[in-house]
Structures are given as structure tokens and as C-alpha cells.
């Protein structure tokens, strides 16, 4: 299973960025995909997630801010990020809960990280 992140860059502040993360490698069913960040010196924190129902679920500091949703195959999560502020800046990592057979346990995937940096 690998993932690949994509659309980090460099915004400033009150900007927008659409982060991509794609799925790929033998995967039977994904319950969750989510995303992460980790900035300098700090501990890794969920960001938001979205289970294969469609639910959603946000970290305080970005509700109303960044939208997660996942594509109509179910292999592609998006995050799209608005009012960016510097305090968003840091590495971005997506994840999944994945089998890989039927009835096979899930794990959790990671992605390799895109940067987001937020600055004038």
C-alpha cells in the first residue's frame, strides 16, 4: 500500500492550499482516511479525518477553516485548506485504516509528508 501527497507550497497568511493524497497498492477496503501534521518541535496531531460513511471529523483549531472529503472511488482523500494562518505551517500527513484482503485486519498507512508553509 502506498500513499502519495501532494499540494503542499509555500502561501501566506489568510491563503488557501488543496493538499491530495492517493492510494494505491493492493487494498480491499478503506474505512478511514485522515490527515496529520507535525510542526518543528512539536508532537504529530490529527488534523481531521473522514470515514467511509462520510463522516468527518475536525481538530478544534481548523473547524471552520479546512473541509476534508474523499473522491467517489474512495482512494483519494482531499484536504482543502482556507484562512491559512502561520500557525499552520508544518509537515502534512495523510493516512489510512486499510485491508488489504477480505476480512483482513486493518492498518494504519502514512504517507511520506508534503509542506505546508504559511508566510509573508
Known amino acids: 500500500v502506498q500513499l502519495q501527497a501532494s499540494g503542499g507550497g509555500l502561501v501566506q497568511p489568510g491563503g488557501f492550499l488543496r493538499l491530495s493524497c492517493a492510494a494505491s497498492?493492493?487494498?480491499?477496503?478503506?474505512?478511514?482516511m485522515g490527515w496529520y501534521r507535525q510542526a518543528p518541535g512539536k508532537q504529530r496531531e490529527l488534523v481531521a479525518y473522514i470515514r467511509s460513511t462520510g463522516t468527518t471529523n475536525y481538530a478544534d483549531f481548523v473547524k471552520g477553516r479546512f473541509t476534508i472529503s474523499r473522491d467517489n472511488a474512495g482512494n483519494t482523500t482531499y484536504l482543502q485548506m482556507n484562512s491559512l494562518k502561520p500557525e499552520d505551517t508544518a509537515v502534512y500527513y495523510c493516512?489510512?485504516?486499510?485491508?488489504?484482503?477480505?476480512?483482513?485486519?486493518?492498518?494504519?498507512?502514512w504517507g511520506q509528508g508534503t509542506q505546508v508553509t504559511v508566510s509573508s
Open positions: 493516512t489510512i485504516d486499510a485491508s488489504t484482503n477480505v476480512g483482513g485486519k486493518m492498518y494504519r498507512y
Open positions: 497498492g493492493t487494498i480491499f477496503s478503506i474505512n478511514v
